[in-house]
């Protein structure tokens, strides 16, 4: 078995995922076993349905087609099987990503589609859809000392009025070709993340092992004139808390099942204590290699205007 620490939660695994931590398994029993198993093409009992999944009370069948199909079962447990000629390895990255992303749903746990950094002792979330950029700036802001915590998934707690928690999560970055050699991160670049596809891994180049209190989410967006209105080309603006509620819905890992599973309340929770823990703010900036060190420097002026330490984390 392979052991990983994602989301805070120790995971026990027959199934290797190259672009993971490895962890030590301890004596403690794990809190999630992914294993190979027969994984069935219809779910008794079904009440809730899409494209690719079926839902039964706390149990969620999805099926990446003509790859892999997983059987999501209580929170705690993911059997997975390969589809036609597909091979684990291929396989590894729907299980652990898409599958383990309905798992923490299930658990009534929230779950952002983000990557996030250290700052100062506290996390910042960059959010956006695929394509949006945010593996790559948390990468580009980890190759200037800034602290890893998460890529792709964040789990946050503490939501009910808490301090709102990051959880670190041991995922590697995942990157394109392209951006690994205009970061130059070619040494610490690793497999691909799916056989063909040239989108490797690449590890970070320091983490935190400790959940750490939020202190901002980002929402990119791309500039797509030479000069915005103020006639800056990165812009940097707080959103207001209805605003916010909308962009942290939208931004959860998987949104159509927050609605699915009654989980509405608990992103206006947490939109609310977002804006508690320092606010959420509309980052627009050219997606250029050449506007990395620009959007950076704005980043850091305005870490420094809202109250986190000046610096690296």
């Not at 069948?61 to 997983?70: A, E, S, T």
């Not at 040239?198 to 500039?223: C, D, M, N, W």
């Not at 050449?290 to 205007?305: F, N, Y």
Request: with cysteine; hydrophobic share 50%; glycine share 12%.
């Amino acid at each position: 078995m392979f052991h990983y620490i994602l989301s805070g939660l120790r995971v026990a695994s027959d199934l290797a995922m190259p672009g993971l931590i490895d962890a030590d398994p301890g004596p403690a029993p794990p809190d999630v076993r992914i294993c190979a198993g027969d994984v069935p093409l219809t779910l008794e009992g079904a009440t809730h349905t899409g494209a690719n999944w079926q839902m039964a009370a706390d149990r969620i069948l999805l099926r990446v087609p003509g790859i892999v199909r997983m059987l999501i079962d209580g929170g705690h447990a993911i059997t997975w099987q390969c589809e036609e000629s597909t091979t684990p390895a291929d396989a590894a990255i729907f299980v652990f990503g898409s599958g383990f992303g309905l798992l923490i749903h299930l658990q009534q746990r929230c779950i952002m589609h983000a990557s996030a950094i250290a700052v100062g002792g506290r996390a910042v979330l960059f959010c956006g859809p695929s394509g949006a950029g945010k593996s790559t700036l948390a990468a580009a802001l980890g190759a200037r000392g800034y602290g890893h915590i998460a890529d792709d998934q964040c789990v946050l707690s503490g939501i009910e009025g808490g301090e709102v928690l990051v959880h670190p999560d041991g995922r590697a970055h995942k990157l394109w070709e392209q951006a690994i050699a205009k970061l130059d991160l070619a040494e610490r670049s690793g497999p691909p993340i799916r056989t063909a596809l040239r989108k490797f891994f690449v590890q970070p180049t320091s983490g935190s092992h400790a959940a750490l209190p939020l202190a901002a989410i980002y929402i990119l967006g791309e500039a797509r004139t030479p000069e915005l209105v103020r006639g800056e080309r990165v812009a940097i603006s707080a959103l207001n808390l209805a605003d916010a509620a909308i962009a942290v819905r939208l931004n959860a890992y998987r949104p159509a099942m927050v609605e699915r599973l009654g989980q509405a309340g608990l992103y206006l929770q947490a939109a609310a204590g977002v804006m508690r823990a320092g606010g959420v703010f509309r980052l627009v900036r050219p997606m250029a290699f050449d506007a990395m060190d620009e959007t950076i420097a704005a980043l850091a002026a305005h870490w420094e205007e809202i109250g986190l330490a000046e610096g690296v984390a």
